[in-house]
């Protein structure tokens, strides 16, 4: 290794303190030039190539509780399986410690390595701060800690940040590490809100629902209706939808039935009526403070696609470094909530009937991101519907400029069974030919849950043969894993040879520890 390849750690403790917004811009653009070459070296092997994840999310106005959103941190532990590359180094930040157990099972899913050689290789560093709100943000206050951190990058030449979200304040640890971060550009970030997205599918001149974007009050959305009534009278319900919402929970259906016949000069006043009794999404959500966010972060109104058959797939896509594009997957997702608007889970891949539908669109956006500076992971959502003749069509409707709720899944099945999506066919296959699907969700509740405990729910997993078989190439592989106690709820992704055989391994595992979690309960009401 020469001189000119190492690189010394930054003084963190300084850095961003002498630094404006410009000055951090600028040296951010520095380190993302740098992102191409640090790409390039991942795939040669060298002994002080390094990762830091810092799976950081941003709670929602509504989030419950610190054990949640470390859960959430907890979801990105996929990424551990990225060791078993022999030489690469991992520093992997929560905002509180990780329950040892839970580290060893996902080391133990490594293919063809040696768990302790890998967790040799494996920085876990905690905040001790379980409050609700960012990890980026707990870090940039613990200059220390950044400063640890950095130490424990071998080669800042050969290192990058791996984020959850890509705001200003991963740019600020990047900045503060002196390494590029694997994301887009927060200057960005505007493309992927829901007005942004709106606007960028008219430009790229993809369908999408009647609407309009870059609306700040009840009163503007309200007129958005009113003109959107006389394009399309037929119309009887819309969803409106914050900017900033995530995973459906910043939307509410309004029902517009019978508002088309009533006099023009009436139409406004009922709208108004009928936005204030809106459905939201969540329903713990308070309706002043909807419209508090809509006021201060803007929102859109557009038609609520309905059909006989109606289904709401997506697409995985990447931007690498070099500006080039790869279509990475296809997902059918399972929605719930008050209307079926809440992103609970996925299948992979999507219907072939329409997979080739949404992936072309899908990639004229994704080349329109990647020319503007877009890197990394980012997903397409639509609404396809299928018509009496029995063709689809299909309407984007959101940009996930992050990773999303169907990345996890796909990693953890292609870091473990090394194959890839052919977009052409609409299928996955493994190196050695055979075929693969998934079905997975964060949301796998129930109250009795909450009487498994970490170990209980492992030892149900040994018990039954839930683990996920590497000779099989098939099984369960759990996330989410720290709140089962607490919050009754645990995540998993199903793999099998067939979508019939993926869904019977997840309706097997989640009625197994629905059944444990019940005589768990019986045994603990028992007297002593």
């Not at 917004?21 to 380190?31: D, G, K, P, S």
């Not at 369908?207 to 959107?228: F, N, T």
């Not at 889970?345 to 072309?360: N, Q, V, W």
């Not at 979690?517 to 002593?528: F, G, M, N, T, V």
Request: hydrophobic share 40%.
């Amino acid at each position: 290794m020469t001189a000119v390849e190492t690189e010394e750690a930054p003084n963190v403790v300084e850095t961003l303190s002498s630094l404006d917004e410009n000055a951090r811009y600028e040296r951010f653009q520095r380190l993302q030039e740098r992102m191409e070459s640090v790409w390039g070296a991942m795939k040669l092997d060298y002994d002080d190539e390094s990762v830091v994840v810092i799976p950081s999310v941003t709670p929602s106005g509504t989030a419950g509780s610190g054990s949640t959103t470390q859960a959430y941190e907890e979801r990105f532990l996929f990424l551990l399986l990225l060791l078993r590359q022999p030489r690469l180094r991992m520093v992997y930040v929560t905002s509180m410690p990780i329950d040892p157990r839970i580290v060893e099972y996902y080391l133990a899913l490594l293919p063809g390595v040696i768990p302790s050689h890998a967790r040799a290789r494996l920085s876990l560093i905690s905040v001790g701060d379980a409050s609700v709100r960012p990890l980026s943000r707990k870090l940039l206050e613990r200059p220390q800690l950044l400063a640890r951190i950095a130490e424990l990058i071998p080669n800042r030449a050969r290192s990058h940040l791996i984020p959850y979200n890509t705001t200003e304040l991963e740019r600020d640890i990047a900045v503060t590490l002196g390494i590029p971060m694997y994301g887009a550009d927060p200057r960005l970030a505007p493309l992927g809100t829901k007005t942004g997205c709106r606007r960028l599918f008219g430009e790229v001149g993809v369908p999408y629902p009647l609407g309009a974007e870059d609306l700040h009050s009840l009163d503007e959305v309200a007129g958005a209706i009113e003109e959107m009534l006389v394009t399309r009278p037929t119309m009887t319900q819309v969803i409106v939808k914050l900017n900033e919402g995530v995973s459906g929970t910043g939307n509410a259906l309004v029902d517009l039935t019978g508002i088309a016949e009533l006099p023009a000069s009436d139409r406004r006043v009922a709208i108004l009526q009928r936005l204030r009794r809106m459905q939201f999404e969540l329903p713990r959500i308070q309706f002043d403070w909807y419209v508090e966010r809509l006021e201060a972060d803007g929102g859109i109104v557009e038609e609520r696609i309905v059909g006989e058959d109606l289904l709401s797939p997506s697409v995985q896509l990447r931007a690498r470094p070099d500006g080039s594009l790869e279509l990475l997957s296809t997902h059918d997702q399972l929605l719930g909530g008050a209307s079926g608007q809440s992103y609970l889970g996925c299948t992979f891949p999507a219907d072939a009937a329409y997979s080739r539908l949404i992936s072309e669109p899908a990639a004229a956006i994704g080349e329109r991101l990647a020319k503007d500076g877009v890197i990394g992971r980012f997903a397409v959502d639509f609404v396809v519907v299928r018509d009496a003749a029995g063709d689809w069509s299909a309407y984007a409707i959101e940009l996930n400029l992050r990773k999303g709720g169907t990345t996890h899944p796909f990693l953890t099945l292609q870091f473990l069974t090394d194959g890839s999506y052919d977009a052409e066919s609409g299928r996955y296959v493994t190196r050695e030919g055979a075929e693969k699907h998934l079905v997975a969700t964060d949301h796998l509740e129930a109250d009795e849950l909450r009487a498994l405990s970490i170990g209980d729910l492992f030892d149900a997993v040994a018990r039954h043969g839930m683990h996920f078989d590497q000779s099989r190439q098939a099984g369960i592989v759990f996330h989410m894993i720290s709140s089962i106690t607490e919050h009754g709820r645990v995540g998993m992704t199903a793999v099998g040879d067939t979508p019939e055989q993926a869904m019977q391994l997840y309706d097997r595992a989640r009625e197994l520890l629905l059944s444990e979690a019940r005589a768990a309960s019986r045994e603990s009401a028992l007297p002593d």
